[in-house]
């Protein structure tokens, strides 16, 4: 399997229920992350599940995994319409200390698996890696702004 994964930890000044509540609210999700354009919840009692729609014409589906708020969610993502990713998935935790959250994310994608996916797999590296370093950022500013 052609895969690429990617772990990242920002510390955020608020409480992990703060940071849990808006950063797994896919209502607000465009607000952080600008490659959302929608998301539609299908099912708001767990197992939870989203269409979402990205920029692009990017569409797929999110399944919770797990889901303990406030210390720790896991997803798949399914059905996706792309050229490269054929799918993926990743955890979240939210570790509280001293009034502050240590946020922190594993994110992988699946990518095609042949040749044009293995010449491809660094770029979909570093993106992901730069993408999650940007959104996390995004989000921490927003919530601190918040409170």
């Known amino acids: 399997m052609n895969k690429v994964t990617v772990s990242r930890s920002i510390q955020i000044d608020a409480l992990p229920d703060a940071v849990w509540d808006y950063t797994q609210n896919w209502r607000r999700r465009h607000e952080w992350d600008r490659s959302i354009v929608n998301a539609t919840y299908l099912s708001e009692a767990p197992p939870v599940t989203v269409q979402v ?4 014409g990017l569409k797929f589906k999110v399944s919770y995994k797990t889901t ?6 896991s997803l798949a993502m399914s059905d996706l ?3 490269w ?5 990743g955890s979240w ?11 922190t994310q594993h994110n992988t994608l ?3 698996d042949d040749l044009l996916g293995r010449i491809f797999r660094p770029f979909f590296t570093f993106a992901l890696a730069m993408t999650t370093r940007q959104l996390m950022a995004r989000a921490k500013a927003n919530i601190e702004s918040r409170t």
């Open 53 to 56: 729609e990205g920029a692009g």
């Open 68 to 73: 303990r708020r406030p210390h720790s969610t």
């Open 81 to 83: 319409n792309s050229f």
């Open 85 to 89: 990713v054929r799918g993926g998935g």
């Open 93 to 103: 935790k939210y570790q509280g200390n001293d009034g502050k959250t240590l946020w």
């Open 110 to 112: 699946v990518l095609r």
